[in-house]
Structure formats: structure tokens, C-alpha cells
């Protein structure tokens, strides 16, 4: 079991910066887990800000390439993501989730 705790929200001005932490405590290997970072902002859909998987790879959502930056710390099983000239349209509740993945099952759609 994970358990996941998300910290490091506030108010910040338009083009600040704030660092949010994802903690992850429990039974489990956090170096097997990618680690997700969504968004939900008032009357919007939850959206996907950003991944790192357990290589270090990283994805961004557009909106916020070259500005957030995730990254992970797998002796401290904290994953970061680090907000710089925040916008107000970033104003959200941001959540983050983790999942490992399956081994997929190939689908082929033949014409």
C-alpha cells in the first residue's frame, strides 16, 4: 500500500515561484512507481501537470512546459515539482498519484 501526502501549496504572486513535495510512505518500492502530478481547478476537469517514471523521464503537459519541472528523490520517497512564473490560470487544487505499470496486452486492428 501507498500512501501519498502532498505539501508546499500557498499563495503566491503572479510570475512567483512555489515548490510542491509528494511524500510517499508505506509498503512498496517507491523506485518501481511513476509518480503523477494533476491539477483541478474550480469548475474544470482534473488534468494531467506532469510525470516522472522511475528512470527519470519526465512528461509535461504544454501549458506548463518550461516553466514546472518535476524531479524525484528516491532516498527520500519525495517527488517535487517545482512551479516558476506561475500564471493565474495554474490557480488549482494539485494532486499527486502514483501507479506502476502493467504489462500492456498488444491490440491489433486489422482493415
Known amino acids: 500500500d501507498v500512501q501519498l501526502q502532498a505539501s508546499g501549496g500557498g499563495l503566491v504572486q503572479a510570475g512567483g515561484s512555489l515548490r510542491l513535495s509528494c511524500a510517499a510512505s508505506?509498503?512498496?518500492?517507491?523506485?518501481?512507481?511513476?509518480i503523477a502530478w494533476f491539477r483541478q481547478a474550480p469548475g474544470k476537469e482534473r488534468e494531467l501537470v506532469a510525470t516522472?517514471?522511475?528512470?527519470?523521464?519526465?512528461r509535461y503537459t504544454d501549458s506548463v512546459k518550461g516553466r514546472f519541472t518535476i524531479s524525484r528523490d528516491n532516498v527520500k520517497n519525495t517527488v517535487y515539482l517545482q512551479m516558476n512564473s506561475l500564471k493565474p490560470e495554474d490557480t488549482a487544487v494539485y494532486y499527486c498519484?502514483?501507479?506502476?505499470w502493467g504489462q500492456g496486452t498488444l491490440v491489433t486492428v486489422s482493415s
Open positions: 516522472i517514471n522511475s528512470y527519470g523521464v519526465t
Open positions: 508505506g509498503e512498496f518500492t517507491f523506485d518501481d512507481y511513476v
Open positions: 498519484t502514483s501507479f506502476v
